[in-house]
Each structure stands twice: as C-alpha cells, then as structure tokens.
C-alpha cells in the first residue's frame, strides 16, 4: 500500500492566470446567510443552489465572513463556515450541509480543475471516529474523506473508492486542492498545497468513472452519523477552471505554516529514518511509485522508489517523496 503524507513542496513552474474560469464559486455575493435563501426551486437565481440542509434557519448551517477566508485568496471578499449538526439531517441518519453549483456551463468536459481550499478550528472540531465525505459528486468518483482510511484523523483523498493520498487535518491551516478531472480520458488526479504555497501535483491521474451533470458537485460536508456535537468547517476558494491550471493561491503572501508534529505516536518513532541509500543492485520487496511517499516522520511503507526514481527530501523530517 502506499504511503500518504503532506506535501510542502512549491511547484517551481507557478502560473498566475493559466486557464479560463468556467464556473466562479466565491462567496463574495453573499454578504449575509440569507442570500443562500434567494434560491429555491422557482426562483433558481446566484451561484448556489441551497437545498440540501436541515431544519433550522440557513444562519444555523451557513454563515460568511472575511474571517473564513484563505487570507492569501486578496480576490476572495468572504469564505464559508459550514456547519453540520442533529438537526441537519437529508433523507437518513445522515447529517449534511451542502451547496450545489448553480450555472448553465457545461462542468463536465474536457480537462477541467475544481479549486477549493478547506480548513478546520479547534472550535467545533470534527470527529475523527466518524466518517465524513467532503467536497464530493453524486457518483462519489473523488472527495475528500476525514474518519477513515489508514489514519482517520487524517484529510485522505479518494479516487475510484480508494485512499490515494492523505495528509494530517492541523487546526487552523488552509489546505487547497484542485482536482484535476479529464472527462475525455476518464481521469482524475490531485494538486495540493497549504497557506499561500502554490499548487504541486501529488497524485498523477489514474482511472475513475468521471462524471457529473455540472449540477451534482457538493460544496460542503455529509457526516455518516447524525449526532451532536456540532462541527464547523471552512471553505474559500471555490472556481471551477479550463486547463491549463492556475497554479497560484491568490498573492501568495500568507507565510506557509510548518509542517505538522505527529502527537499520537511515541517519542521514539518521531525520528524519521534517512532516505534509502543509493545503490547500483535492484532493490528488493515493494517499490514505491512516481510522487508516493518513501521516508518520514511514522512512515513505515517501501522506502525503495521505482526504476529512475529517487527518494527526495521534500520536508524532512515529515516527508520523503519518489521523484
């Protein structure tokens, strides 16, 4: 299995404005949660639709401020706080606050990038016993998980079903993604970063039944279970985007934040092993595959990389990546 870890790696090749915005998701109209209350089925007016919700006011599940926005987004006036709670139930146990895209572009061709970033407080956390799907298509072809996988206090990526990558969920920093989505060829892959870093790709495409009816892409959260606590979660950023991608996280001016210190494993497993030594022989056991984790902090997956890759030191001692 591979390994997953964060990336703190700047791509070197940073575009501005690299592809053309076919669907724009920022808050910057909503000034108030009632303006999410201006659509509805008759009237299906603004960037959202608001349906999916539970049985309080909308100031209950949604709210806007600058204060919820990744400061280093200058262009973006306010971001989102979601929040799920017993009372925000669709159809099941289930609880969700979600908004959908409200738009006549077709978000379902070509070579597109869905760009949003999230972050989560130590007010209102989520809880990692849980599963959680955020920021999902009705197929659930790629999303983003928290509660599950091979570390559930962990921010995993899922494409075709499977953990493809994962990263520690830290209190207060803003983790942006774009999921890089070819609808012709029936890929998906991941760029990600933190703060004002620019996007890296850290998961190549691979195989997934891409699709949506550009109606179906769900800003927000669904937990499994329906029970208080509340949870809150945050979200800025949101654009839907022609290639090629834009690399860029607005100004970029936000310091990035350091890597992530490990507090559920002892102290002596916080040592990260070296990198695997050069050797001219053929490796034995698993290799590791182009961008997969090979050495850091708690890993304990193949350290040796495939034929012509090497393990790089991305964030060490957190983070060795096959390069």
Known sequence: MLGFSWVLLAFAATSVNAGRIVWDGSFNNYTTPADFDRWSW????GSYQWYI???????RYLNVDAAYKNPAITSEQRGLKVTIDSTATWNSQMMRTELIPQTTANLGQGNLFYHFSVKRTNTNPPDPTLEHQVMFFESH???LK????????NLGWYAGGQQRWSTPFSPDVWFNFAYDINFSSRTVGLWASTGGNPLTKVVENVAATTFTDSRDFHVGVLRIVNRNPPEDWYVSGVYVEEGPITTAIGSGAVPPPPPPVPTTVPPSSTVAPPPPPVSTSTP????QTKFGQCGGTGY????????GLSCVAVAPPFYYQCQ
């Open 42 to 45: 008759a009237n299906q007016v």
């Open 53 to 59: 919700k539970g049985s309080g006011p909308t100031s």
């Open 141 to 143: 072809f790629t999303e």
């Open 146 to 153: 928290y509660g599950v996988g091979s570390n559930p206090s």
């Open 284 to 287: 034995s056991g698993p290799l």
């Open 300 to 307: 304990s997956g193949p350290t040796n990389c495939e034929t």
